[in-house]
């Protein structure tokens, strides 16, 4: 019978948690070492790309200098606020609609 997650007789083999993996370190090195010994002719072969592929470059490699916007969300049981709490949301929120239209 297999041994069940979280018996208390601690880890069977493998890396000590927190210990990084060797071999992805070692890859990730020899890529980094690759792009930064090649970085003129990418710059030449990206610029031979046309505007679309060129666009279509640059958003695949954004994904890994800009962080992914995520979307937040709140819940708010307006029953329980107060008449004055209302008023503030009501005149936070019509505040910019208010200073857009007297331009």
Not at 64 to 76: G, N
Not at 81 to 95: A, G, R
Request: hydrophobic share 30%; glycine share 4%; no cysteine.
């Amino acid at each position: 019978m297999a041994r069940q997650k979280n018996d208390g007789k601690g880890r069977i083999g493998g890396r000590a948690k927190g210990t990084p993996n060797k071999v992805s370190s070692t890859v990730k090195d020899w890529i980094s070492q690759l792009i930064d010994d090649n970085r003129v002719q990418i710059v030449k072969d990206i610029k031979k790309l046309s505007p679309k592929d060129r666009l279509q470059m640059f958003e695949k490699l954004m994904q890994y200098v800009v962080p992914k916007q995520q979307s937040v969300r709140a819940d708010i049981d307006l029953s329980k606020l107060s008449e004055t709490q209302l008023d503030l949301i009501v005149d936070e929120l019509t505040k910019y609609i208010n200073d857009e239209s007297e331009d």
